[in-house]
C-alpha cells in the first residue's frame, strides 16, 4: 500500500467520528446512541426555521436562539451528542469542555458540521475563551452551512460599535472571515467604517477585511478601492503593511495610488513590523521600475564635488562614501534605497532577502554589493532558509561574480548540508570560479569527488566539467583529473565521469585519441548505459582518430547488442553507420549484422533508426539523393554543446519570489517592468504638507537648486506621527539635500547619459529626460567640462563607472567607442574611463573590474599585479581587503566624524610595495621579518598605521611562540599581532599590526621573540606613511590651503627629473612617497595632493606648481611644519629620482 | 497569503491542520508525500514543492514537517520564516515542540495559530503579544483551569500590540529586577583530511534575559565594537544609534530574547584550538576496517579545553562499531546511524579511499566581543546585571554567572566505514 492510499484513509468521510469519553460524573443519555438516522434531516429542518425567523425578522436573533435550544431536545445525532449536549448546559466550564473537544475534532481535519447550531449560540458568550474557540468554528464551517452562520452576525455587528478597540477589531477580523456570500454588504458597510476608526488597530483589521471581501465578491472592486487609497494615506506603522497588502492583491496596478504615499512609506518602513516591510518593500521594487530611470546605464560619469557633498549632508550615510556614485538619481529612488538599507540588519531572514532583491533590482550597479553580507549572513539560519538564499545567490553569481567571491569559502559544502544545499552550493562555486581562483575550487571539488552522497559526487563531476569549459586554462587539468575518476571503484562516478569527458573532448576536438581509448579499454566495466552510450558515441565521432578500436567495440557490441538498454542500442547503430562510412571493409559485415538486429527490435526508436541510417548509407537502387551526403549528415561537425549554469535563466523571475524558486511562473506573480526610458513625471509624489523644514550648511562650491525647494515644500500644516516625524525629518532634511546636490552634479552624468542614450537607441531623444536638470545645471555643467578636459587622469575617489562597463576589457572599449561616435558624450566617457584613478584601484580589485586604461597609468609594479584583471574574470582578490574596506567605513563612522566637513578621508590609494627588513635571518636565528606599510586604515585603532610584517623561518628547525616583547618607549602603542604558535622551516606568514607613531616619524622599538630568543628591531616610518588620504576639491583644497599660511607654509624650489614632468609621474612620484590622495585640478601646471595625519588628523596638502625647464614650486601646507619639511624632502627626493 | 498549514509527523500521518481560509483538501498533501518518497533523507524534501493548484513549502523541526499550503504568488522566505516563528513560539510555549506537546495542547496551538495569522498574512507573532493574549499552559494553571473553569486566554487585552513599542508588553512587574547578557560565540571551521583549516570563522549571538520593571531604556555599549563585522539586531535596537555610536540602545521585550547575533571579523585565520587526526584502514576481503581518531589540545593560551564532544556521523552501512576511547566515554546509537538504509550494504566494496574528514566544532577564538557597560534610563530601581561570556555552551544557563571561558564542543564527522567494521576511537582528550 502507498503512502497516499494510507492517507486516503484518513481521510474524513462523512462518517461521523466516534464520540469521545466523555466526562465522568457527567449524565449522558446513551439511549440516544440509537437514535433514528432521520435525524440529520431534522437537523436540517430546524436549521430551516431558524433561518426563515432569521429573515423575517433580523433583529430578533435572541429569539431564534432560545428557539434552537428548545428544539434540538430530539435532533439526536449518532456521535456528537454528548458534545451537543455539553454546548447546551448552563455552564460555562462544560461549554469550554466541549469546544474544545470540538476544536480537537477540527484540528484532526474530522467533521464537527452537525454542531453547527449548538455550536452558534454560544458566539454571544461572555466567556473570552468559549467565544474564541466558537470564533474558531465559526470561520472553519460557516461556508458549509451559510445560513445558520447568519444567525451570528448581528453579535458582530453589535460588536462592531464596542468602545474597547480590540473587541470592535476581532469582530470585524471573524465577520469578515465568514465566507458568506450574503453578507457581502454588511462586510463592506462595516469595511468602511472600519477604515475610519480611530484605533490603528481596527483599521488594520480592515484593510485585512478588504482582501477577504474582495476574494469572495471581486464585483466590489471599486468600493475597496476607495478604502484602500483612504487607508494608504494612514500614517500609522501598524496600518502600513496591512494596506500595501491589500492593494497588492486588489489591485496592484493602480500603481497611481502610490504617488502621493511614496515618500510616506519610505520613512515609515523601518518602523514597520517586520512582515509588513516585506510587503511594502516588495510592492516599491515594482513602484520604483516603473517609476525612476535606470540607474544602470554606461559611461555616466559622476562629480565627485557633488557625490562627496551628497554624503556630507547625511552623516548617518558616511558608509556609502564607499559606493561611488556614477549617476543622477531621482531623489526619490535614493530616499528608497537609503531607507531600506538598515533592514539589512533585520532579524527577519524575509526582510534581509527582500532588500537585498530590491537592491539587485533598483540600485546601481556598484551599490550591490552591501547586500552580499547579509545574504551570506542568511546562509547560518535554518536549512530551508539556506535554500532560498542559495538559489537566490546562484542567480545573482552568474551576472556578478564579484559580489559573491570574496565569500567563496561560505560556500564550502559541509557534509551535514542536505543534498539539495550540497548541489546549490556547487553551483554557486562554479559560477564563482575563474581563472585565479580555480585551483582553490578544484581541491575543494576533489574532497568532493569523493562524498558518499552520490548525487552529489555526480553532480561535483559535472561542475567539474563546466570549470574546464569556462576556463580554458584548466582544461587539460580537469580533464586528466576526470580521467582519474574513470577508475574510480564507484560505478555512479565513473559513468558520470565519461558523460563529462565525452562533453570536453566535443569542446576540444584536438588530439585525445589517448584518453578515447583508454575510455574504450573500460568500456567493458562500465554498465550505466547513459556512459556506454557516450563511449559509443566519441568512438564514432572520432573513429578516424582510434582506426583499430572502434571496430573491434562495435564487435563486443554486436554481441552484446540484445541485451543493451535503448539508449546504448541508439549509439550502436551510430557508430555502425559512422563506421561503416569511414571504413567499409572492416566493419559492413558488422553493420549489417546489427542493422538487422535493429530492424526486429522491440523499441520503434529503433527500428526506425535502423531503417534510417541503412536507407541513409547502404546503397541501392531505391536510395535517392540523400546517399551521396550520408558522410555529411552523420559526420558533420557537431558544435559542443554548452555547459551552463541551470540558474542562467532565472533572472527572468524577481528574485526571492516563488517563480524565481520554481522557476515558473506562479499564479499572481507580477512581472517586474522593464526601466521606462523616460522616467515619468516625479512631481506626483509631491505632496502638499510633509516634514518640517531642514536647514542645509550651505555647501561649498555648490549652487542650490532651486528645484529640490519646490520639491520639499516648507510650508507644513500637518505633523506626522511623533515617531515618524522624528525619523523622518531626518531622512527626508538628507535626502532633500542629497536631491539638490546631485541633480546640480548630475548634469554631467545626464548629459553623457542622455548621449549615451541617443547613440545607442537613436530613436528616442535625449531632451525627455531632461525633465529636472534646470538652466544652472547645464551652465554648471559647462564649467565642469572645461575643468575636467585637461586632467583627465588624476582625480581622487575617481568616477567609478558604471560596473558594467567595466565588467571585462572588450565590453569597456566597444562602449567607450560607441559612446565616441557622437560627439557630444566624447570627453565625458573618456573622462570615465579615465577617472578610474589609483585611488579606487584597490575598490576595484574588490568589484574585481578593471578598466584596461588605468593599467597604463598605474605604478609599474601594481600593473605588473594588475595584468590578471585583464582577464574577464575577477581575481582573487585578499580577503583582508575587503574586510578592511567594510571595517574602514565603520571607523569612518565612528572617529573621523571630527573631520570638517569639506574633506572626506578616502580609502588608500594603491600601495607601492617597498618593503623594509625588519629583522635579517643571520641575526635572527633565522627568523627573518620583513614589513612594509600596507596603507590602509588600521583596523585596530583609528590612529595607528598598519604594517604588515612578512616573518619567514629560514632555519632549518620550527620556531614556536613567535610574539611581539617589550617594547620602548614603554607607552608605545603597538597592536600586537596574536602569537604564533609554531613556524615551520621555509614557511612565511604575514601579520599585521598596528603602530601609533603619534605623528613623529620616532622609531618604534619593541622586541620580536621567539620561544627562545628575543631580538630588538625596530620601525622607523618614512613621514609619508603617517598620512591617511583624503579627498576634497580644489575649492576646499585652496580655501583650506588659505587657512594654513605663515608659519604652516613650507616651500622650495625642486628640480625634478625630466622623465617626471607629466602629471602621471607626478602622482605617481609623490604618492609613492606619501599616503596622500590626489585632489583634482583644472590647471595642467598645478598638481595637488591632500592628505591628513593619522593620529591627530592635521592636514597636510601637497601643492606643486610646474615652472620651466623641469623646476617646480613644492609646497606643503600643515600645523606639523616639522613633518612639512622631512615630506619635502622626501618628495624632493623622489621627484628627482628618475 | 498562507492558506492551510498542515503538521505531517516523521510517519507520514496528518496529525493536525489549520486553515485562514476556505479549505483546502488535505489530499493535497499527497504532492508532498510523493517529495518525501524521493527524498532518501528526511532533510533532502525539498522546501518549495509545486502541485497543480497550490504551492506547498515545509519546513522540518522536531522530526514535525510544517507544510503551508499557498495559492498565489509569496516570497518563499517570507512564509518559511513564519513557520520557523511559530516553531519557536510552541517551543516557547510547550518547552518541547513535540508531536506530543503539540496534540496534548491542541487547543492552545489552535488559539495560538488563530492570532498569529490573518487570513494568512502574519498578525502577531511577538511572544510577549502572544503570551498577553494565550498564557501559556504551566501544570499549576491547568489543575487550576479544570477545577475552577477559568481559562487560559488572558482576561484583559494586549495593549503592545499598539504602543510604539509593541515587543514588550505593558505593566510589567518584578521584585528583582535582572538583566542576564550571554555573549557566545562559536567557531565554525571546515578542517581538511590532512589537519588544516580550509575555512574558520566565529559567530556570536546575545541572549538576553530581561527581567525589569516597568518600561527600562537600556544602552549597551561594547569595549571593542569593531569585531562586529555583520549584525542582525532584535527589532527593538534602534538603527540609527548603533551607526553613529556603535551603541545598542533598546527597550527591551520581556523575557528571553536574542538582542544580537553577529559575524566576527579577524583578519587572521581563526586559531582553533585542538588538533585531530583520523586515519581509516580496511582490511581487504573483510567488511571490516579500522578508525583512528587523535584529537588534542593545541596551544590555547594557557586555557584548558573543557567539556570536548566529538560525534561523528557514520555511514548507514555500519551496523556495529566497537570503539576504545582512551578518555572519556563514547555511545554508539545504532539507529541512527546504522538503521537508515541497509540496502545500500552491499554496493559499496573495501577500499582505501579515505573520504575527507570535515569538522565543525565551536570553540574559543582569537578576541572576543567585550561588552564595556550597561545603563539603564527611564526607570529609578537599580538592577541586577549579568553578563556571561561563553564559546558556545549548548543550554542558555541562567543562574549560571560565572564567566566560563574555553568551553568547546566538538563535533566530528563523516568518515566512510565498511559494514560492520571495528572502530578504534583513540581520544588524546583535552587537560
Known amino acids: ?1138 | 497569503m498562507i492558506h492551510s498549514l498542515f503538521l505531517i509527523n516523521a510517519s507520514g500521518d496528518i496529525f493536525l491542520e489549520k486553515h485562514w481560509k476556505s479549505v483546502v483538501s488535505r489530499s493535497v498533501c499527497d504532492y508532498f508525500f510523493e517529495a518525501q518518497e524521493r527524498a532518501t533523507e528526511p532533510e533532502n524534501v525539498p522546501p518549495v514543492i509545486p502541485t497543480p493548484h497550490h504551492y506547498l513549502i515545509s519546513v522540518l523541526r522536531h522530526r514535525i514537517y510544517f507544510v503551508a499550503v499557498i495559492q498565489s504568488e509569496v516570497p518563499p522566505l517570507f512564509v518559511i520564516e513564519f513557520l520557523h516563528r511559530v516553531v519557536d513560539t510552541f517551543q516557547d510555549y510547550f518547552g518541547v515542540c513535540t508531536e506530543a506537546a503539540i496534540k496534548d495542547n491542541v487547543v492552545v496551538v489552535y488559539e495560538l495559530l488563530e492570532e498569529m495569522l490573518d487570513n494568512g498574512f502574519p498578525l502577531a507573532t511577538e511572544s510577549n503579544i502572544l503570551k498577553e493574549l494565550i498564557k501559556p499552559p504551566t501544570i499549576l494553571r491547568t489543575m487550576v483551569n479544570t477545577i475552577t473553569g477559568s481559562t487560559n486566554v488572558g482576561e484583559q487585552l494586549p495593549t503592545g500590540q499598539l504602543s510604539v513599542v509593541p515587543w514588550r508588553r505593558t505593566g510589567v512587574k518584578y521584585t528583582n529586577n535582572e538583566a542576564y547578557f550571554d555573549v557566545v560565540e562559536e567557531i565554525d571551521a571546515i578542517i581538511d583530511k590532512s589537519g588544516s583549516t580550509i575555512t574558520a570563522e566565529i559567530q556570536g549571538v546575545i541572549d538576553a534575559c530581561v527581567k525589569l520593571t516597568g518600561m527600562p531604556d537600556l544602552t549597551l555599549s561594547f569595549m571593542n565594537p569593531r569585531l562586529l563585522d555583520d549584525v542582525s539586531f532584535h527589532p527593538c535596537v534602534r538603527f540609527k544609534r548603533w551607526e553613529a555610536e556603535r551603541i545598542l540602545s533598546f527597550i527591551p521585550p520581556d523575557g528571553n530574547f536574542r538582542l544580537l547575533s553577529y559575524h566576527v571579523s579577524s583578519q587572521n585565520l581563526v586559531a582553533i584550538p585542538v588538533y585531530i587526526k583520523h586515519n581509516i584502514t580496511f582490511r581487504e576481503g573483510s567488511s571490516q576496517g579500522r578508525f583512528d581518531l587523535t584529537l588534542g589540545p593545541k596551544q590555547t593560551m594557557g586555557k584548558a579545553v573543557e567539556s570536548v564532544l566529538v560525534s561523528s556521523q557514520l555511514p548507514r552501512g555500519v551496523l556495529n562499531a566497537n570503539l576504545n576511547p582512551t578518555q572519556g566515554t563514547y555511545t554508539f546509537d545504532p539507529v541512527t546511524k546504522a538503521g537508515r538504509t541497509p540496502a545500500e550494504v552491499g554496493s559499496r566494496s573495501a577500499g582505501s579511499d579515505a573520504p575527507p574528514a570535515r569538522l565543525a566544532h565551536t570553540a574559543r577564538e582569537v578576541e572576543r566581543l567585550k561588552v564595556n557597560r550597561l545603563d539603564m534610563y527611564g526607570e529609578k530601581y537599580k538592577p541586577f546585571k549579568g553578563i556571561k561570556y561563553m564559546t558556545k555552551a549548548g543550554k542558555f544557563q541562567r543562574d549560571d554567572l560565572v564567566c566560563i571561558t574555553g568551553v568547546s564542543t566538538l563535533t566530528y564527522e563523516t568518515v566512510t566505514l565498511e559494514p560492520s567494521s571495528i572502530i578504534t576511537f583513540t581520544s588524546a582528550g583535552p587537560n
Open chain 1, 1 to 1138: 500500500m502507498t503512502k497516499a492510499e494510507r492517507r486516503l484513509q484518513w481521510k474524513p468521510g462523512w462518517r461521523a467520528p466516534r464520540p469521545p469519553p466523555a466526562p465522568s460524573g457527567l449524565p449522558l443519555d446513551f439511549s440516544a446512541l440509537t437514535s433514528k438516522i432521520g435525524a440529520m434531516r431534522t437537523v436540517l429542518v430546524s436549521a430551516e426555521n431558524l433561518q426563515l425567523t432569521l429573515k423575517t425578522e433580523p433583529s430578533q436573533e435572541e429569539q431564534a436562539l432560545t428557539h434552537t435550544k428548545s428544539s434540538p431536545k430530539e435532533t439526536h445525532k449518532a456521535g456528537n451528542e454528548d458534545l451537543k449536549e455539553m454546548l447546551e448546559s448552563n455552564k460555562d466550564s462544560l461549554k469550554l469542555e466541549a469546544m474544545k473537544r470540538v476544536v480537537g475534532l477540527i484540528a484532526k481535519g474530522k467533521n464537527a458540521s452537525e454542531l453547527f447550531p449548538a455550536v452558534v449560540k454560544n458566539v454571544a458568550s461572555k466567556n473570552i475563551e468559549l467565544k474564541k474557540l466558537v470564533y474558531v468554528y465559526l470561520v472553519r464551517y460557516a461556508e458549509e452551512q451559510q445560513d445558520l452562520a447568519l444567525l451570528s452576525i448581528s453579535t458582530f455587528q453589535r460588536a462592531l460599535k464596542d468602545p474597547n478597540q480590540f473587541i470592535r477589531g476581532s469582530a470585524l477580523r471573524v465577520l469578515s472571515s465568514i465566507r458568506v456570500p450574503i453578507i457581502v454588504p454588511i462586510m463592506m458597510l462595516a469595511i468602511k467604517e472600519a477604515a475610519a476608526d480611530l484605533s490603528p488597530y481596527v483599521r488594520k483589521t480592515s484593510a485585512h477585511a478588504i482582501q477577504k471581501l474582495y476574494s469572495m465578491d471581486p464585483d466590489q472592486k471599486e468600493q475597496l478601492i476607495e478604502v484602500i487609497e483612504k487607508l494608504l494615506k494612514d500614517k500609522s506603522t501598524l496600518v502600513a503593511g496591512s494596506v500595501v497588502l491589500a492593494f497588492e492583491e486588489v489591485c496592484p496596478d493602480r500603481i497611481d495610488l502610490i504617488h502621493k504615499n511614496y515618500r510616506k512609506l519610505c520613512n515609515l518602513l523601518v518602523d514597520v513590523e517586520e512582515w509588513g516591510q516585506v510587503v511594502i518593500i516588495s510592492m516599491l521594487t515594482r513602484y520604483a521600475r516603473t517609476q525612476f530611470t535606470s540607474p544602470w546605464k554606461e559611461g555616466a560619469t559622476f562629480d565627485e564635488n557633488n557625490e562627496k557633498a551628497f554624503y556630507e549632508s547625511d552623516s548617518e550615510e558616511k558608509k556609502d562614501q564607499m559606493e561611488a556614485q556614477p549617476y543622477i538619481m531621482d531623489p526619490d529612488h535614493r530616499l528608497l534605497l537609503r531607507n531600506t538599507k538598515p533592514l539589512l540588519q533585520s532579524r527577519n531572514t524575509a526582510v534581509v532577502m527582500s532588500v537585498a532583491q530590491l537592491y539587485w533590482h533598483l540600485a546601481p550597479k556598484h551599490e550591490v554589493n552591501i547586500v552580499t553580507k547579509s545574504l551570506v549572513r542568511l546562509l547560518r539560519s535554518h536549512r530551508e532558509v539556506q535554500y532560498i538564499v542559495l538559489q537566490n545567490i546562484a542567480t545573482m553569481s552568474i551576472q556578478r561574480k564579484g559580489m559573491f567571491e570574496p565569500f567563496m569559502k561560505s560556500f564550502y559544502v559541509r557534509s551535514t548540508d542536505a543534498t539539495h544545499i550540497k548541489t546549490l552550493k556547487l553551483e554557486i562555486l562554479t559560477n564563482l570560479a575563474n581563472e585565479a581562483n580555480i585551483s582553490t575550487i578544484l581541491r575543494e571539488f576533489q574532497t568532493y569527488v569523493k562524498s558518499q552522497d552520490k548525487a552529489f559526487a555526480a553532480a561535483t563531476i559535472q561542475a567539474i566539467g563546466r570549470c574546464a569549459t569556462n576556463i580554458s586554462e584548466v582544461t587539460d587539468t580537469c580533464l586528466s583529473g576526470l580521467v582519474l575518476l574513470l577508475s574510480n571503484r564507484d560505478e555512479t562516478v565513473v559513468a558520470e565521469s565519461v558523460v563529462v569527458i565525452k562533453k570536453l573532448l566535443q569542446t576540444q576536438p584536438t588530439q585525445h585519441s589517448e584518453i578515447i581509448k583508454h575510455m574504450a579499454k573500460l568500456f567493458d566495466n562500465i554498465t550505466v548505459s547513459m556512459a556506454r552510450a557516450s563511449i559509443l558515441w566519441l568512438m564514432g565521432e572520432y573513429c578516424e582518430r582510434v582506426p583499430k578500436i572502434a571496430p573491434d567495440v562495435l564487435r563486443k557490441m554486436a554481441k552484446t547488442f540484445t541485451a543493451e538498454e535503448d539508449i546504448v542500442k541508439l549509439q550502436t547503430v551510430n557508430l555502425a553507420a559512422k563506421l561503416y562510412l569511414t571504413n567499409s571493409k572492416q566493419t559492413k559485415l558488422l553493420t549489417q549484422y546489427i542493422l538487422n538486429l535493429g530492424k526486429y527490435d522491440q523499441s520503434y526508436d529503433i527500428r526506425d533508426r535502423t531503417r534510417f541510417i541503412r536507407q541513409l548509407i547502404v546503397p541501392n537502387e531505391k536510395s535517392g539523393a540523400l546517399n551521396k551526403y550520408a558522410r555529411r549528415i552523420l559526420l558533420a561537425p557537431k558544435p559542443a554543446p554548452v555547459l551552463e549554469s541551470a540558474f542562467k535563466d532565472r533572472d527572468r523571475y524577481q528574485l526571492g519570489t516563488l517563480s524565481h524558486s520554481l522557476n515558473t511562473k506562479a499564479t499572481g506573480y507580477l512581472e517586474l517592468s522593464d526601466w521606462p526610458a523616460v522616467a515619468p513625471d516625479q512631481s506626483v509624489r509631491n505632496v502638499e504638507v510633509i516634514e518640517p523644514v531642514q536647514e542645509w550648511a550651505p555647501l561649498v562650491g555648490k549652487t542650490k537648486k532651486p528645484k529640490s525647494d519646490k520639491f520639499y515644500s516648507d510650508d507644513e500644516e500637518e505633523k506626522e506621527e511623533e515617531r515618524s516625524e522624528s525619523s523622518g525629518s531626518k531622512d527626508s532634511s538628507s535626502s532633500s539635500g542629497s536631491s539638490s546636490e546631485e541633480s546640480g552634479s548630475g548634469s554631467e552624468e545626464e548629459s553623457s547619459e542622455e548621449s549615451e542614450h541617443t547613440s545607442s537607441d537613436s530613436g528616442k531623444s535625449s531632451s525627455g529626460s531632461e525633465k529636472s536638470s534646470s538652466e544652472s545645471d547645464s551652465e554648471q555643467k559647462k564649467k565642469k567640462k572645461m575643468m575636467k578636459a585637461p586632467q583627465k587622469k588624476s582625480k581622487p575617489t575617481a568616477a567609478f563607472s558604471d560596473s558594467d562597463e567595466n565588467g571585462n576589457g572588450p565590453v569597456a572599449q566597444a562602449s567607450s567607442s560607441s559612446a565616441k561616435s557622437s560627439s557630444d558624450s566624447e570627453t565625458d566617457s573618456e573622462d570615465d574611463s579615465d577617472s578610474d584613478s589609483p585611488a579606487t584601484q584597490q575598490k576595484k580589485k574588490r568589484d574585481v573590474k578593471l578598466n584596461p586604461k588605468v593599467e597604463v597609468k598605474s605604478k609599474v609594479e601594481v600593473s605588473l599585479l594588475d595584468l590578471d584583471d585583464f582577464s574577464p574574470a575577477p581575481t582573487n582578490a585578499p580577503k583582508s581587503l575587503v574586510v578592511s574596506s567594510s571595517l574602514l567605513s565603520d571607523l569612518e563612522g565612528l572617529s573621523l566624524s571630527n573631520i570638517s566637513s569639506t574633506m572626506q578621508v578616502t580609502t588608500p590609494s594603491f600601495g607601492p610595495v617597498k618593503t623594509y627588513e625588519l629583522l635579517h635571518h643571520m641575526t635572527g636565528k633565522g627568523l627573518s621579518a620583513k614589513y612594509h606599510f600596507s596603507r590602509q586604515p588600521c583596523l585596530y585603532q583609528p590612529n595607528m598605521v598598519a604594517v604588515q610584517v612578512i616573518l619567514t623561518n629560514s632555519s632549518d628547525h620550527s620556531l614556536e611562540e613567535i610574539h611581539i616583547g617589550d617594547r620602548s618607549p614603554a607607552s608605545l602603542n603597538i597592536h600586537c599581532f596574536n602569537t604564533i604558535e609554531r613556524l615551520e622551516p621555509e614557511a612565511s606568514v604575514t601579520v599585521s599590526m598596528g603602530i601609533d607613531f603619534s605623528d613623529s616619524t620616532q622609531a618604534a622599538n619593541f622586541q620580536l621573540c621567539t620561544k627562545e630568543d628575543q631580538f630588538s628591531v625596530s620601525i622607523q616610518p618614512a613621514v609619508g606613511e603617517l598620512l591617511m588620504p583624503s579627498t576634497m576639491t580644489e575649492q576646499d583644497f585652496i580655501k583650506e590651503q588659505g587657512k594654513l599660511l605663515g608659519m604652516n607654509e613650507t616651500s622650495a624650489t625642486i628640480t625634478m627629473a625630466t622623465a617626471n614632468t607629466s602629471s602621471q609621474a607626478i602622482s605617481k612620484h609623490v604618492l609613492c612617497a606619501a599616503n596622500v590622495g590626489v585632489v583634482s585640478s583644472s590647471e595642467n601646471s598645478f598638481h595637488r595632493f591632500a592628505g591628513q595625519t593619522v593620529s591627530s588628523g592635521a592636514l597636510v596638502l601637497v601643492s606643486l606648481e610646474l615652472k620651466e625647464s623641469s623646476t617646480a614650486l613644492l609646497t606643503i601646507n600643515t600645523e606639523k611644519s616639522v613633518m612639512a619639511s622631512m615630506l619635502l624632502r622626501d618628495l624632493k627626493q623622489s621627484l628627482a629620482q628618475a
